[in-house]
């Protein structure tokens, strides 16, 4: 069973850092490009970065570049996002997720973890 | 950047009833990249059709995907109590990974 667990998140100052990790389970996770998508509360669905399963390609949407580092540990099954200088508006929770065919970082995510909380407020 | 904007914003139906939701993009995307995903209240989404077209595993057929280029859609062909939720499409064909607001299907 695919499994997928966020942690790292709380509350944090604006200005701050915080870094988020999910580990991945039930998968060959090195063979599978991951993402990092946040939804603001009572908002839409907005993707932040995914990494390809060699680590080699990361693409940002523009709101996160130069902000957010996304990287991952094949040894650990495990993803990371590195976030600096917060903003009240990365206020959300951040999900990760599973690609669904492995060595394509295009195709679409199936399996989402439950989501981390990361509050921006001083 | 590709906007995908979906129509209606909200569809208010009875159970037993069909509703057709709606997913445009700004630019052609390749079906191979579009789907459409569930979220309900305090849950992860749910991988619903991927491929434009395909069901995910364990997803009751009658949900269906169709469309090609720039319109998508989601067909419920007969509505549940448990269908009554967000739904999101989303393309991953080209960075930025774009998904649309969403179309909330409630209870009429």
């Known amino acids: 069973e695919v499994q997928l667990v966020e942690t790292g998140g709380g509350l944090v100052q604006p200005g701050g850092s915080l870094r988020l990790s999910c580990v991945g389970s039930?998968?060959?996770?090195?063979?599978?490009?991951m993402s990092w998508v946040r939804q603001a509360p009572g908002k839409g669905l907005e993707w932040v970065s995914t990494?390809?399963?060699?680590?080699?390609?990361?693409p940002y949407a523009d709101a996160v570049k130069g902000r957010f580092t996304i990287s991952r540990d094949n040894s650990k099954n495990t993803l990371f996002l590195q976030m600096d200088s917060l903003r009240a508006d990365d206020t959300a929770v951040y999900y990760c997720a599973k690609t669904m065919f492995p060595r394509d970082s295009r195709t679409s995510p199936d399996f989402w973890g439950q989501g981390t909380l990361v509050t921006v407020s001083s | 950047e590709i906007v995908l904007t979906q129509s209606p914003g909200t569809l208010s139906l009875s159970p037993g009833e069909r509703a057709t939701l709606s997913c445009r993009a700004s630019?052609?995307?390749?079906?191979?990249?579009l789907a459409w995903y569930q979220q309900k209240p305090g849950q992860a989404p749910r991988l619903l059709i991927y491929?434009?077209?395909s069901r995910a595993t364990g997803i009751p057929d009658r949900f269906s995907g169709s469309g090609s280029g720039t319109d998508f859609a989601l067909t419920i062909s007969r509505l549940e109590p448990e269908d009554f939720a967000v739904y999101y499409c989303h393309q991953s064909d080209t960075s930025p990974k774009t998904f649309g607001q969403g179309t909330k299907l409630e209870v009429k």
């Open positions: 630019q052609s995307v390749s079906s191979r990249y």
């Open positions: 491929g434009a077209s």
């Open positions: 990494i390809n399963y060699s680590g080699a390609d990361t």
């Open positions: 039930g998968f060959t996770f090195s063979t599978f490009a």
